[in-house]
Each structure stands twice: as structure tokens, then as C-alpha cells.
């Protein structure tokens, strides 16, 4: 069973699903009104080998992630740029989706957006207030923190140690609010604004609002794991969680949170303006290097991420993408039927259920590169490497990490100057070989020598 680390507990404890064999997950999805930054990316990925390990594992896996798209930040940038609010949500979301495709984040089995939710928010909120943990101010419904048992236990504080050196934070809604804390569920509108009606009149809902009725919906009281940014335990986890509490309804049963991604050491966010856009790093690098940095790294750290880190994952990739051409060019008959090397599929199992390892995992995918080439090397056989190659597949295949063989891609006429080269050299006809090398170097390819012949990619 895999064991994560749950937020709620500052342990790592094992994944206890409500059915067995069934994990249903709600990650929190994008606020639609930029681009996606490195850190939207970070926790996709995250979040996506998860997801992929756990189907891979033979488990049932209910995924939702939702798209927030009526927001405060959405009419902002709607009203700096003169546009439509809805538009430019769609915009941005399908911006969004073409990013997690390029990394190749696995599409959510449900993504709600929270417009599509309103009434049943507003259901919600009317529970709150009748049951006396929310209230009606001036500017909107408040839910009253002081009225939900163990407040706090995401940010590992009580309600008075929050309020001890507070400083000068600023209090959303101050002069209306029963405590400080408390938060907002239902927002009144203001001239011009979008609005849904309610019974406290015409408004939309809160963030923290929207998460705890979707994932509700879809996947049912005490569903197994909420995941997110670190950044979104408090007050954005702990706040949908006070409101199942105060509601006397289960919610999540497991909170795991990835760390941020930084620039010189701080975290980067549209907020500190200092993030690189997803879509400028697929543009610029190969996108599957952002995958590999993101194993590379426990997904609970911090992790640096500068051209340099994404251009040595490029470089890495190559390392995998030329085994993979290698292994392209063996005979099928010679792998047929090799079953995965037991020893190393155990060994990425004991790692990824300890709290995610990737680390481990990426070093282990590495290893078996060395293990491969060296007996390719070496002259032997399928049933000797055809297991070991096996193994790497389907690591590669449980994290979501894909390498291009392209050997059925090369063209008849490059593999007749690949064959023609390799008799030159075996008659050591030294001049000859390197002309046809340059020859297929002029065509876009490069020849590698390599103990069973040449080995062509492109170049």
C-alpha cells in the first residue's frame, strides 16, 4: 500500500481508500485568467504521476479537478483589457489544457467549473446559516470559524495562536465580521459585476465555496485525497474543510500537498511576478524535460527550476531517447516474451509507495539505461536483457515519461547507407565508411558506431 505524507496528521501514513482497490482524488485546478506558471505545472505533474502510478498499480482511480472561472482576478483582467469576463476564461482555459497536454498531464475524469455550480453553492451556504455557522453581513455570508471544531489543523495552529502576531495583515471584511477569520462564502455584487441570485441577495460565491461543493458532488463524502500546492492548505484547504466540518459531513480523508517551485530561491507566482509561463517553456525546451525535473525532485521539496535545470533534463532525455532507438532496432523475436525483471520492479514499487520517491525512481530509470547499454554492449541476448528492458518500459510507462524510438521513422534509403557502412568497416574500408557516414549526416541522421552496428537517429 502506498504511504503519503498527509498534511493534516505532519506524517506519513498510508492511503486508506473507503473502497478497496478504489481511490477518488480531488486536486485543486486553475483559476482562469493567465497563463499557466511553473508552479501550475509542478503540481499537474505531481499530482499526474500519482494518478498514473496508482492506475498502474491496478488501481480505480476517480480524478476531478476543477476550473475556477468567476473570480475576483478574472474581472480584473477582464476590465484592464476591455474584454468579455466569459471569454476570457475560455480563453485562458484552453490555454490551460494545451499546456497539460504538452506535458502530458492525463485529463481529469470530471473538471467542474464553479458557474456551472452556483445553486448548489447557494444550497450549501443556506445550510451553513441555518445551522448558525454563517451569517449575513452588508457585503456578504460569512462563515463563523469559531463554530467549526478544530480550526486550524491544515495550518497546525489554533484560532488564537492565528491571531497572535498578526502584524499588519489585512482583514478581508473586517468591520463586518464576527471574527477575524472568518472567511466569505457569498459575495454581494457590486455595480456592473456578475450575478447569481440567492436569498441574501444578488451576488457569486466564494472560492473556498466553490471546491468543497464539487468535490462533495462528485466524489461523495469522506472521498480519499485532496491534493494541491502547498500554498493552498491554508486558508483555501482549511477552509473547505471547516465548512464539511460545520455541515457534520466527512471530507477528505488524506491531504497531500507538493512544494513550490522557486526563482533565486523564492517562490515563484503570478503575485510576485516572478514566473516563467508554462507555455514559454514548451516553446523554448522539450516538454517532457519539465516531467523529468519534476521526478528528479520529492515532490514535498522545493525545487529550483532555471534554463540550465531544464537543459540538462534535455540532455537526460537524450540519454533515454538513444536507448530507446537501441532497443527499436532489436529483432521482436528476441524480446518476446520477457517478463519485467522482478528485483527492479520491486525496488520502483518499495519506492514510489514511500511517499512518493521519485528521486529514487528517476536514478533507478538512469541505472537501468547504464545496465542495458553495458549488456547490449556486451553481446547478449534477449533472455538476458530483454528483462532489464522490460522493467525500464514499464517504469517509464507508470510515471507517464515517454521516449521517441523513431527507428520505424528512418527512412529505407538511410538504413541501405547504415548497412553499406557497416560492410566498409567490417572489410576496413576506413574512407569509405566515413563517406558514407557524411552522406548520412547530409541527409539529416546521424551514424553512431555501436558494438551490433551502426545505430541511426535523426540528427
Partial sequence: ????????????????????????????????????????????????????????????????????????????????????????????EQIWYSAMDAIGVMRPDHDPHATQYVEQMVQLISDLIHKNAAYVTPDGVYLSVEQVDGYGLLARQSLDEMMTGGGDRVIVGEGHKHHPADFVLWKFAKPGEPAWPSPWGEGRPGWHTECVVMSLDLLGDGFDLHGGGMDLAFPHHENERAQAVALGRSFAGHWMHNGFVEVGGEKMSKSLNNFTTLVDLIEAHDPRAYRLVVLGSHYRSPVEVTDSTIVAAENALDRLDSLARRVAQI????????????????????????????????????????????????????????????AWQQILEAVGLEVFGHADQVPEEILALAARRDQAREAKEWATADALRDQIHAAGWLAEDSPTGTQVRLA
Fill in 1 to 92: 500500500m502506498i504511504r503519503l505524507y498527509d498534511t493534516a496528521l505532519s506524517a506519513v501514513t498510508p492511503l486508506e481508500t473507503r473502497e478497496a482497490g478504489k481511490v477518488s482524488m480531488y486536486v485543486c485546478g486553475p483559476t482562469v485568467y493567465g497563463p499557466p506558471h511553473l508552479g501550475h505545472g509542478r503540481f499537474s505533474l505531481v499530482f499526474d504521476i500519482l494518478r498514473r502510478y496508482l492506475l498502474w498499480s491496478g488501481s480505480e482511480v476517480s480524478y476531478v479537478s476543477n476550473i475556477t472561472d468567476i473570480d475576483d482576478k478574472i474581472l480584473q483582467r477582464a476590465t484592464q483589457e476591455g474584454r468579455d469576463w466569459t471569454e476570457l476564461a475560455r480563453e485562458y
Fill in 331 to 390: 529483432d521482436p523475436a528476441e524480446l518476446a516474451g520477457a517478463e519485467p525483471d522482478t528485483q527492479a520492479m520491486r525496488a520502483f514499487q518499495e519506492q514510489m509507495n514511500n511517499d512518493l520517491d521519485t528521486p529514487a525512481t528517476s536514478a533507478q530509470i538512469f541505472g537501468l539505461v547504464t545496465d542495458i547499454n553495458r549488456a547490449l554492449d556486451a553481446g547478449d541476448g534477449g533472455r538476458i536483457v530483454g528483462p532489464l528492458i522490460a
